[in-house]
Every structure is written in structure tokens, then in C-alpha cells.
């Protein structure tokens, strides 16, 4: 637990176990969690189910402001709706991770997501674990502690691929997990460059965070060493 409210921005690509690590630390300090990605890839379904063409910024742009999206922020069951409709399982599909760089690439719909990120970060009395790719630099960038992870390519791709496989219940022959991580690592590194390249909030690390490689440490070696970093700042600032 820590003795006043603290905010914490966890940043960083996919694969690197930004999620896993933000949800523990927000559980065992006593902190709200807030997995920004699942905002964006909640607009992304809307914009899919509503018939927008998510390859046409404008239109994009244009529909922006239309979905009402909440975020629950208990780190033991964080939930997300989109005008009411549960979409916890259907925004992890393949059509809307394909679709979502683009959708969230739109200064529009970064500029609404944003601004509902920073409203639920200044509602939680308790503090507040946020993880995503631009909170230390763009959407809280006053953020007590601010942590960028990174991971190898490989074991980012190994990581997602075995993600994936468990969501589906079953495990692939020894080939096909092969083939299958291959694909997965390329379209983690398309993912980066086009978060990365962006013009609006790209992908990036604060000049002020810490980085930590997950590539060589497990789990609980990654939410301890988080944990230590927030610890400190607390013992700093009494």
C-alpha cells in the first residue's frame, strides 16, 4: 500500500507484460488500474460494428465523439463497455487488432480517448496504475512515476503467441506455434513502427522514466522491481 495517492505510467509495446505487471501492481499496492489500449480498440470496434471505414481518417474523425465508453477500473476485474454493451472479449479479435493503429492513429480520436483517460486518472481517490504508449509523454505526463518496459522481439512475440494460444484453449502442434510466433513477431514490429511513426502521441519513452527490460525476468521479478520504483518515490516525497 502506499500512504498518499500515487500515479503510476506504465508505457511501452506490446508483448513486454505491460498488462500482467500494471494489474498486479495496482492490486497488491491498493491502486485503480487503467488498461488504455482496451479504449482504443473499444472506439476501433464501435467504429467496425457501425460501418465506418477505418482506412478514411475523416470519417474516423467524424464518428469520434459518437460511442460512449466506460472503464471499470477494479484491477481484479477490470471490465470496458461500449454504450453499454460488454466488449472485454470481442475488442481482442483479430479484425479489430488489425484495424486499431489506424483507428488510434486519428488526432480526433486521440484527443477524445485522452481526455477520458485523464478524467478517470483525476477520479481515483486511491491513485492509479494507467498503461499504454503515450502516458508518460502525452496523457499524464506529470505522472508521479513514469516506467517504459521493452523486451526482445522474440520474446515478445513467444509471449502474445502463447497468449493467444491459451484464449483459444488449445495448443498447436510444434510447427505450427513455430510458424505461428513468426507471424506474430511480424505483426508486433508493423504495430511498433506504426505507433512509433505516428504524428499524434507516438509511441515513445518520457525522458524521465525508467526503462525495464522484461526480456530475461519473470513476472513477479518485473512487478516487484515496479513496485520498489513506486515504493521509493513514496519515501521520497515524505
Known sequence: MVATPVVVAIDGPSGTG???TSKAVAARMGLRYLD?????RAITWWMLNAGIDVDDPEAVAAAAGKPTIVSGTDPLAPTITVDGTDVAVPIRGQQVTGAVSAVSAV???RARITELQRSIAAGAAEGIVVEGRDIGTTVLPDADVKIFLTASPEVRAARRSAELAGRAGASAPTAQAGSDVAATQAALLRRDAADSQ???SPL???ADAT???TSELTLEQVIECVVTL???RGRRAR
Do not use: F, M
Request: charged share 40%; glycine share 4%; no cysteine.
Open 18 to 20: 505491460k498488462s500482467s
Open 36 to 40: 488504455t489500449g482496451a479504449q482504443y
Open 107 to 109: 488526432p480526433e480520436v
Open 198 to 200: 505516428r504524428k499524434t
Open 204 to 206: 515513445a519513452k518520457a
Open 211 to 213: 526503462e525495464v527490460d
Open 230 to 232: 513506486v515504493e521509493e
